[in-house]
């Protein structure tokens, strides 16, 4: 069993800086790649930023500049860092890891979300 647990949402002003963390546990034996996703109200869920092993990372156009994923792979942890916050970026942001577990089985494994509201 993996879990994903995460932690770092909240109301943040527009211009302000928020940082999430997100932590896999369980069975692990690597997790390949973890990364952000964000759901807004009415919208479709959309990729924010993602890293892999090696820590080649990818972000969204529209946080490109202003975010960071830094990740520790010895902890299993993955962070985002968003600054220059928009009310845009409100939604419910998603972690998801692809992890090989100890049986060397890769799987994709969601967190619970957490909200991320930024006000004008």
């Known amino acids: 069993q993996v879990q994903l647990v995460e932690c770092g949402g909240g109301l943040v002003q527009a211009g302000g800086s928020l940082r999430l963390s997100c932590a896999a546990s369980g069975t692990i034996f690597r997790t390949n790649g973890m990364g952000w996703y964000r759901q807004a109200p009415g919208k479709q869920r959309e990729l924010v930023a993602q890293i892999i092993y090696t820590g080649s990372a990818n972000y969204a156009d529209s946080v490109k500049g202003r975010s960071t994923i830094p990740k520790d792979n010895a902890k299993n942890t993955v962070y985002l860092q968003m600054n220059s916050l928009k009310p845009e970026d409100t939604a419910v942001y998603y972690c998801?890891?692809?992890?090989?577990?100890?049986?060397?089985?890769?799987?994709?494994?969601w967190g619970q979300g957490t909200q991320v509201t930024v006000s004008s």
């Open positions: 998801n890891a692809r992890v090989v577990d100890i049986g060397l089985r890769t799987d994709d494994h």
